[in-house]
Every structure is written in structure tokens, then in C-alpha cells.
């Protein structure tokens, strides 16, 4: 029996890290995206090819990567008790955190939609550093366990 939950747990654990590994990719091209979107001419057939492109990478990787870590990750973290440690709850404020810069890409690209370009591409590259340090600090998190 105990065979069958340790096999478990590591199919849900590589389960949870290719998904965190597609997700994050996608949180690294969306912005991307934005930037070459923003320098194509307003209402312009390549402005409309980056709307699709953009749509396309929210529909068909971003939202079903989120919903595949959060589901893998939560089964993870009850299974070992990772709730009553320190380091996990830093984990979870990080991973929320990402969730968050998500929604907001997911914003900014119905603006974009509608438009609007609030956004300088430098702001936008700016934007583009936060999964690698949210990244950063989850990896330091789960590998070193400081408290």
C-alpha cells in the first residue's frame, strides 16, 4: 500500500512541474507578446495577428497550466503536510502572486483588444522580470526550506 501512495505522490509531484514549466513559459511570452503587438501599427492586420496569438496562448496554455498547478500543487501540499511549514506559506503568497500578474495579463490583453495601450514596451519588459523572480524565490523555497 505504501508503494502505491509513494508512486502517487511522484506522478502528482512531475505532474505539478511540467505544468509549473508551461505556465511559466507562458507567463515569460505574454508580455513578450505585448511588446511586438504594441509596435505593430493600431488596427493593422499584424496588430489583429497578435491578438490571436495572444488569445490563443491564454486559452490554450496559461489558463489550463494555472488551474493544473494550483489542483497538483494543493493535492501535494495536503498529502504532505506542507501547510504547517513556514517556507510553504512564502511559496503560496508567491504563487498567488503569479496568479494575480495572470489576471492582469489577462487584462491588459482585453485592453489591448479594445485599443488601449497603456503601457510603454519598457514597462512592459519590466513586467517581464517578475515570474523569473517569483520563480526565484519559489525554487529557494521548496529546495532549501529555510524555515
Do not use: C
Not at 511540467?18 to 507567463?27: D, H, K, N
Not at 488569445?55 to 496559461?62: C, E, G, Q, S, Y
Request: hydrophobic share 60%.
Amino acid at each position: 500500500m505504501n508503494w502505491v501512495l509513494s508512486m502517487t505522490y511522484l506522478w502528482l509531484k512531475a505532474g505539478h512541474i511540467i505544468f509549473v514549466i508551461f505556465w511559466m513559459a507562458g507567463l515569460f511570452m505574454l508580455p513578450r507578446y505585448f511588446i511586438y503587438h504594441q509596435e505593430a501599427e493600431l488596427g493593422s492586420e499584424e496588430s489583429a495577428r497578435w491578438l490571436d496569438r495572444e488569445a490563443k496562448l491564454l486559452k490554450i496554455i496559461l489558463w489550463p497550466s494555472l488551474i493544473a498547478v494550483w489542483v497538483l500543487g494543493l493535492v501535494l501540499a495536503y498529502s504532505t503536510g506542507a501547510f504547517a511549514h513556514g517556507w510553504f506559506h512564502v511559496k503560496l503568497a508567491a504563487v498567488l502572486g503569479l496568479t494575480a500578474y495572470q489576471v492582469w495579463l489577462a487584462g491588459y490583453h482585453a485592453a489591448l483588444q479594445r485599443g488601449e495601450r497603456r503601457l510603454t514596451g519598457r514597462k512592459l519588459r519590466m513586467l517581464n522580470e517578475v515570474p523569473g523572480i517569483a520563480a526565484a524565490l519559489i525554487v529557494i523555497m521548496v529546495v532549501l526550506r529555510p524555515f
